[in-house]
């Protein structure tokens, strides 16, 4: 009887003990689900090696059959293996978009745990605020382990401001759609692919950029100023005020561009964003493609200066304000590493970035 009284109490005590640890495991995955966007994750990526995939990423603007094509193309010609997205553009909003907000979040979802080790846009367009607003619904964290690195421009800013509260690095540059090796469309039309094959393969480690210099010229900045990239399309970056991933402009390069905008309008979204201190704490601003529409360039950089001395006098805020319009919507669109290691040295007249592909911020 004694044996079978300890007996008894030995199973009961190993039953009390899997439960507390099977309750605690299902809090812990609970708790691990409920954890907020901006845990800290490792900051570098894998640079990429022959044979690795490239995930084409659809979360805006429905692509062509021949867009997907030409671009599977252009990946396999470099050596790297092709996963194309599953596209519903008929059941979509509008017939707009690549699929409906519910799918595409789901695929985003996928394409973060599995899939390739880059994903890189293929349209930009509309949609992308959506696809993360239906992923946030299902997921409100990003996984723990390596960054899946986020190529693109435009509504694709959306997700480099979501990356960036994982310390992720991603880059700006063009879309697959766009480019001189796949369209001749009018946005990007000499932009080349090869500055972001060269990223991913490790070819680059390091961008050097010139800017020029459109702030006060009596303002004085001796010491090289650290910090990193981060930003993108200004309209896409205005309509994330105030949500979870709305860009933080502290010890940051604050990366600005956009499409040809009327001068009051695009006056009061400058406005806005410094009403809204993102540009307070930050190291200095780079606007790159952004002109007033039916003016020349003389006239955009002249209206770029009086901003700057609107954010002393108004926002006592004084950065360098730099002018290159290389990035985003014209002609050409230079790769822009964000979320890396940067180091800005001004001069009177012209100002020189230097920015690492795949380097962690040092502090």
């Not at 997921?139 to 509504?155: A, E, Q, R, V």
């Not at 991933?245 to 001068?263: M, N, Q, S």
Request: hydrophobic fraction near 35%; include cysteine.
């Amino acid at each position: 009887m004694k044996n079978l009284l300890f007996a008894l109490f030995t199973l009961l005590a190993i039953f009390v003990e899997f439960s507390a640890s099977a309750m605690g495991e299902d809090k812990e995955d609970k708790e691990e689900a409920q954890q907020p966007i901006t845990r800290p994750s490792r900051q570098t990526w894998d640079f990429l090696k022959p044979g690795d995939q490239i995930e084409v990423l659809a979360p805006a603007a429905a692509p062509t059959q021949e867009e997907l094509k030409k671009a599977e193309k252009i990946i396999s010609e470099y050596g790297y293996t092709c996963l194309l997205p599953k596209t519903n553009q008929e059941e979509s909003l509008s017939k707009y978009y690549a699929n409906p907000f519910k799918t595409a979040g789901e695929e985003f979802k996928n394409s973060l745990t599995t899939g390739g080790n880059a994903l890189w846009a293929i349209r930009g367009g509309f949609g992308s605020l959506e696809t993360i607003c239906a992923f946030l619904k299902k997921s409100n964290f990003l996984p723990s382990f390596s960054p899946k690195l986020i190529i693109g421009f435009s509504d694709i800013t959306s997700f480099h401001l979501l990356v960036a509260t994982r310390g992720w690095p991603s880059l700006h540059a063009p879309v697959l759609a766009y480019g001189v090796e796949i369209s001749s469309k009018l946005t990007n039309k000499y932009a080349s692919f090869k500055p972001v094959f060269d990223c991913l393969s490790g070819k680059t480690t390091e961008l050097e950029y010139t800017f020029e210099c459109l702030h006060d010229s009596s303002w004085s900045f001796l010491d090289p100023l650290e910090g990193s990239v981060l930003g993108g399309n200004i309209s896409i970056i205005e309509t994330h005020k105030g949500t979870d991933i709305a860009l933080d402009g502290t010890d940051k390069f604050v990366f600005l561009e956009d499409r040809p905008e009327d001068k009051t309008r695009l006056h009061r979204r400058l406005t806005g964003l410094a009403y809204a201190k993102i540009f307070d704490k930050a190291k200095a601003i780079l606007v790159g493609n952004m002109p007033i529409k039916e003016q020349n360039e003389t006239e955009t950089k002249n209206f770029l200066r009086g901003f700057s001395k609107e954010l002393e006098e108004v926002f006592d805020v004084k950065i360098p304000l730099l002018y290159c319009p290389r990035f985003g919507h014209g002609d050409y669109n230079d790769v822009m590493p964000f979320g890396t290691s940067a180091l800005l040295k001004v001069g009177k007249e012209t100002a020189t970035l230097f920015v690492k592909v795949n380097e962690p911020v040092s502090k």
